[in-house]
């Protein structure tokens, strides 16, 4: 897409989709007050508005490579993403937390990668740091399966991304004030995973430790 396609784009939101949605516009051009704050990952395919049908001043979104979560740290650091949490959570009241990993995701596939491979973009090496646990659990559980069968590597793909979900929901409850409102039942945590290809997300049950399809059907 060149410069005229974008804004050709540009002329047809202000021509069809703006006038459809006016009255919302008009409505939240003063103030934001979203439900949910959407972590998810830089990738161009994925769109959290389309994933979960929502309208503008619904998500507060927060995108990065491979949908990572720093730890938290009080420290006089320029943090964007720790900072986009502290503004969701503490000025907007979010009630809820989507940590939104994809299929087919580069940032989960470099951990895998030579140094020699990453030796251009060594802010992105340090950066995938925060993914290092999912990938130790990974690649314990690929010799655990050794004996059983071969570890392709489309399923170490999978449960990277699914493993690399979990770690950051852990990083998220480093943070004081999302720990306690989540025991204070005023915030839920969830850990989705999206499938590019067939549009399927599902989403981590804790208390079972799997992965289960949203698909509308009776629980």
């Not at 690399?164 to 480093?174: A, F, M, P, R, V």
Request: hydrophobic residues 35%; charged residues 25%; aromatic residues 10%.
């Amino acid at each position: 897409m060149d410069k005229n396609n974008l804004f050709d784009g540009v002329i047809d939101f202000n021509n069809n989709e703006y006038k459809k949605h006016s009255e919302l516009f008009k409505k939240i051009a003063e103030e934001q007050n979203p439900h949910t704050l959407f972590i998810g990952c830089s990738d161009s395919r994925v769109v959290p508005s389309l994933i979960t049908k929502t309208l503008p001043g619904e998500l507060f979104v927060v995108r990065n490579i491979a949908n990572l979560v720093p730890p938290y740290r009080n420290v006089s650091e320029f943090l964007a993403t720790t900072s986009a949490i502290e503004y969701a959570v503490n000025i907007l009241s979010v009630k809820n937390i989507v940590v939104c990993g994809h299929s087919n995701c580069g940032g989960c596939r470099a951990l895998y990668m030579a140094d020699e491979d990453l030796k251009d973009i060594p802010h992105t090496k340090k950066w995938l740091e925060l993914a290092g646990n999912a990938k130790k659990t990974v690649s314990g559980s690929a010799l655990a399966a050794r004996d059983k069968k071969e570890f392709t590597g489309k399923e170490r793909e999978t449960l990277t991304e699914r493993e690399n979900i979990k770690e950051q929901i852990k990083h998220l409850y480093s943070y004081p004030y999302i720990k306690y409102k989540s025991e204070k039942g005023e915030i839920k945590i969830y850990g989705w995973h999206y499938i590019i290809e067939t549009g399927e997300v599902y989403n981590y049950s804790s208390e079972k430790n799997i992965y289960e399809k949203i698909d509308g059907a009776p629980v």
